[in-house]
């Protein structure tokens, strides 16, 4: 009801309340090492993520639709980078100077998901809804292997003209496992459903840039990048 929404705007109404419960446990640990000529770091991050989720599905007075959402996710990521030394670019000719960065990154993801929906006492097939105590589910498994090989480089010339050129490539491999029910008193009413995907990806992923330290601290610079967002399955 569109009216009664801007007629009370900071309103809502609903027949069960529900709640979030949200875990993240994230630590991470970042080493680095700085040499004469080369400096090294690494950087290990894991993040652990639950969620339980209840909710009031209709958004209305009447016990129409719930939902129960629980999620899980372990994600692991390692990266290494080595440079060279911040304090000691390398020189090129008389008026330049050479800086540069390669690096590796490599993650593990694994995810459960699920979510059940209850149709409530109000729910009927009069209305175009499932019958009074219908459940119906979603579930899923998805795996995700990521690996990234990248590097940059930087001429600086006569203190001022800085030139920047990076390449960077990407591969994931995602699968997934996929399932859907619907029941009514433990008994199907609609043929459920199973499915096995997989799907990997890739692509190189190039950047340029320059910029002009101009007098006064001002900087004029243009960039042009390519990036790199990964398809999936839901």
């Known amino acids: 009801d569109l009216g009664g929404l801007r007629a009370n705007p900071h309103s809502i109404s609903q027949d069960f309340e529900g709640e979030v419960r949200r875990d993240i446990l994230a630590p991470s640990a970042t080493w680095s090492r700085y040499g004469s000529t080369l400096d090294f770091t690494s950087i290990t991050a894991f993040q652990n993520y639950d969620l339980l989720e209840t909710t009031d599905l209709d958004f209305s007075p009447g016990d129409f639709a719930r939902r129960r959402t629980e ?94 050129a990076g390449l960077r490539y990407d591969r994931e491999e995602r699968q997934a496992d996929l399932a859907s029910s619907m029941e009514l008193g433990g008994f199907p009413i609609v043929p459920s459903e199973e499915e096995s995907l997989a799907e990997d990806f890739d692509q190189f992923s190039p950047h340029i840039g320059a910029s002009y330290a101009l007098d006064n601290g001002v900087h004029v610079y243009a960039s042009l990048a390519e990036g790199f967002k990964p398809g999936g399955f839901n």
């Open 71 to 164: 999620e899980s996710q372990d994600h692991f990521n390692q990266e290494f980078r080595v440079s060279s030394s911040g304090d000691a670019p390398v020189q090129v000719g008389g008026n330049g100077t050479l800086k540069w960065m390669a690096g590796a990154h490599v993650f593990v993801a694994d995810s459960d998901n699920s979510s059940a929906n209850t149709f409530g006492v109000d729910s009927g097939p009069g209305i175009g809804l499932p019958p009074a105590g219908t459940v119906g589910t979603n579930s899923g498994r998805f795996e995700d292997l990521g690996v990234g090989l990248f590097a940059q480089a930087t001429l600086t010339l006569h203190e001022r003209l800085d030139l920047t």
